[in-house]
């Protein structure tokens, strides 16, 4: 006699009753890959992407872009990150810690060093209009007692001239970003902590890149256009802030940016004249959708990298739990990735 098995059967009648919705189109096609179905077995638990960047090492390419703190729920979700990479073995930024520099009202929001552990990469965060007074001011022991406090491993630097524009209470750069992290550079002790350069979501053109990479900095994160744009959310904020008075023409300079492929095809150009250039780590971020996105970008740079999300993983933050599952299906897609694309050629 021939059992069949009941789970056989209704795995053929789930097959018969959805493959009318399971039609696919031609145009939607990934043009990005090659899959080779041929070459690998499917990964299993050897199955290894990891990598070491910035002295530390990650069990996955994948990284948590700076958030928040300083505010009610800010400290739940930073715990709630710090105890994801500590699960995943995954670095993160910081979000801005410039009230730290005045009070200690809100340490805890940061103090994620007892959380994360001792062996990822955890940095602080900084924007250039506070280095830049903290320079004039000639104060740059806060930023060691910052970095010493939180026990982080170095420093992000943002640099976001147009959102401080757009920001109602935003600060006006009374020099060059490049002229404060020259200066920043040439005072500060370099071996002291690592220095990270990001733009918080408009990227940057090849210009700013150049001589920014003749800086001795440590690593750059690109916070490229098409994801959180913080000049965006700075218009939502005076809207909301003058209610029906509100007028606002200045909208079109929040569309100027670089996307994090235009700025990859930047920085490996640059790397060509000066191969120096290809061996700085790279954080690849903004608007990164998903692993494929992410592992696309990272197989087009000539650089070492991860990649990096902001509001994906804030939009899981508060329940660990979904945080976790959407980790874990970043990471077997990776794997799969790994397994079965090869990059199509770039025409
Ligand atoms: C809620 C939120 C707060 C952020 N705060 C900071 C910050 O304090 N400092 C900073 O350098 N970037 C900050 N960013 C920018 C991110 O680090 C990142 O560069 C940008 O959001 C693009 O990534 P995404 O498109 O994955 O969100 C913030 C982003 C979000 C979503």
């Known amino acids: 006699m021939v059992v069949i098995n009941p789970m056989h059967e209704t795995r053929k009648r789930d097959h018969i009753e959805l493959a009318q919705n399971a039609q696919t189109v031609r145009a939607l096609v990934n043009q990005r890959f090659n899959y080779e179905p041929l070459l690998s077995g499917h990964p299993g638990e050897k199955s290894d992407i990891s990598i ?29 990150l710090a105890r994801l990479c500590r699960e995943f073995n995954l670095g993160m930024g910081l979000g ?3 009230s730290l520099l005045e009070s200690n009202q809100y340490f805890e929001d940061f ?23 903290i320079l004039r001011e000639n104060k740059t022991h806060k930023i060691s007692e910052l970095c010493k406090k939180l026990q982080v491993d170095g420093l992000f630097i943002h640099i976001n001239p147009m959102q401080e524009w757009f920001q109602v209470e935003g600060d006006h750069f009374q020099q060059s970003p490049l002229e404060t992290l020259t200066l920043f550079m040439s005072q500060f002790q370099k071996n002291e902590i690592k220095i990270i350069v990001k733009e918080v979501g408009q990227g940057m053109g090849p210009l700013s890149l150049k001589s920014l990479f003749e800086l001795p900095i440590d690593a750059f994160e690109l916070a490229g256009f098409g994801g ?4 965006k ?4 904020r005076s809207k909301a802030l003058s209610q029906e008075n ?22 490996n150009a ?4 000066n191969p120096q250039i290809k061996n700085l780590p790279l954080i690849i971020s903004g608007g990164i959708e998903n692993f494929l996105d992410g592992h696309y970008l990272r197989s087009r740079s000539n650089n070492p990298s991860v990649y990096g999300h902001a509001n994906k993983f804030l939009s ?29 050629e770039v025409l």
Request: glycine share 8%; hydrophobic share 40%.
């Open 52 to 80: 070491n960047f910035l002295g530390k090492k990650l069990d996955a390419p994948l990284w948590i872009s700076s958030m928040t703190g300083g505010v009610g729920e800010a400290r739940h979700i930073n715990q709630n």
């Open 96 to 98: 801005s810690c410039r």
């Open 228 to 231: 959180t744009n913080f000049s």
């Open 246 to 267: 509100y007028v606002d023409s200045r909208s079109p300079l929040f569309n100027v940016g670089h996307t994090p492929l235009e700025m990859i095809d930047f920085i």
């Open 111 to 133: 103090n994620l060093r007892p959380i994360i552990g001792p062996d990822l990469p955890l940095y602080a965060n900084l924007g250039i209009a506070q280095l830049e007074l």
């Open 233 to 236: 959310l700075e218009v939502l």
């Open 316 to 344: 899981f933050a508060e329940d660990y739990e979904l945080l976790k599952k959407f980790t874990d299906e970043q990471i077997s897609g990776l794997k799969m990735a790994k397994s079965f694309l090869t990059l199509k």
């Open 270 to 273: 640059l790397g060509e004249k």
